[in-house]
């Protein structure tokens, strides 16, 4: 089993930054990717930035050049960093993370619990 465990949202005034962490424990023998996920209210979950273990990055083009996103292989620890934020970037903000378990088996997609970035106006 592999847990994931975000840390860092809260509230912040437009403009501001905050830097998400989440931490990858449990049974991992490699992660192939990390990804950021976020859910407003009444929307559909979307993707906000993903890394590949070789370092190659994605991100949705309305946080192109305002966050970054980042990983610590020998941590097990993905970060967002998140700046110049706008209201619109208000969302629960979940971890992803496609791990393996070995060095022959199957990808395994995991989910963190979850955290609340609100950006006020």
């Known amino acids: 089993q592999v847990q994931l465990v975000e840390s860092g949202g809260g509230l912040v005034q437009a403009g501001g930054s905050l830097r998400l962490s989440c931490a990858a424990s449990?049974?991992?023998?490699?992660?192939?990717?990390m990804a950021w996920y976020r859910q407003a209210p009444g929307k559909q979950r979307e993707l906000v930035a993903s890394?590949?273990?070789?370092?190659?990055?994605n991100y949705r083009d309305s946080v192109k050049g305002r966050f970054t996103i980042s990983r610590d292989d020998s941590k097990n620890t993905m970060y967002l960093q998140m700046d110049s934020l706008k209201s619109e970037d208000t969302a629960v903000y979940y971890c992803?993370?496609?791990?393996?378990?070995?060095?022959?088996?199957?990808?395994?997609?995991?989910w963190g619990q979850g955290t609340q970035v609100t950006v006020s106006s």
């Open positions: 992803n993370a496609v791990v393996t378990t070995a060095a022959i088996s199957p990808q395994y997609k995991y």
């Open positions: 449990g049974s991992i023998f490699s992660i192939v990717v």
């Open positions: 890394i590949i273990s070789s370092g190659r990055t």
